[in-house]
């Protein structure tokens, strides 16, 4: 392994690990400010963060695999135990958010409006796509599917975070009682998308 990538690797850990904490804030906050609202959406979010926290420390376990010049067996054995790990959690939450949803419709539940959830999200809206430019960029660089993967993972965060944004607005502004549940429900096309590729990475 050359210095250029051992620089690489190195810098993709650092990336990484700054991924992990802030989805570890976002787990919680994300998590608290939901139930605090009755959020779906948030609640829903704070799932997706603790699953991409997992993925995370899987894809760092990948890296540090590399990194201690492991064998290919090894490394490839790392990545496809993150995905398939991360893969059956996100069809899970899929699962949750599906049935969820549908109560709270069927019960007529509705959301209150969560200052501290609509700051995480417009954060996690602006951040996301960076990650993911950097996550790429360095995963294109050593041949790392996972990591590329894992940046992808990171959009899909920003387009989810968006839609909670849509849903919380929706909510403050009209009170519409039905509108964090349906937004839920959106939420389930991108959790099921990132799912199956990562259940099926081979399909990519």
Not at 131 to 149: N, T
Request: one cysteine or more.
């Amino acid at each position: 392994m050359n210095t250029n990538d051992v620089r690489l690797i190195n810098r993709g850990i650092q990336i990484e690990s700054f991924s992990i904490a802030w989805m570890a804030v976002e787990f919680m906050i994300a998590l608290w400010s939901g139930m605090m609202a009755h959020s779906l959406l948030l609640v829903a979010l704070g799932l997706d963060s603790l699953i991409e926290l997992i993925s995370g420390a899987f894809l760092l376990w990948r890296l540090q695999t590399e990194k201690n010049q492991s064998s290919e067996e090894k490394v490839a054995r790392a990545e496809r135990i993150s995905s398939y790990v991360v893969g059956a959690a996100l069809m899970l939450l899929a699962l949750y958010v599906v049935l969820s949803s549908i109560y709270r419709l069927v019960t007529r539940q509705t959301a209150e409006t969560s200052v501290l959830g609509i700051a995480l999200v417009i954060g996690s809206c602006a951040l996301m796509p960076v990650l993911m430019i950097a996550k790429k960029r360095i995963g294109h660089a050593i041949g790392s599917d996972a990591l590329i993967e894992d940046g992808m993972c990171n959009l899909v965060c920003a387009y989810m975070a968006f839609t909670v944004l849509i849903g919380a607005g929706f909510t403050a502004l009209f009170n519409w009682w039905w509108a964090d549940s349906v937004a839920a429900l959106i939420l389930v096309f991108f959790i099921v998308s990132e799912g199956w590729e990562a259940l099926h990475p081979d399909e990519e």
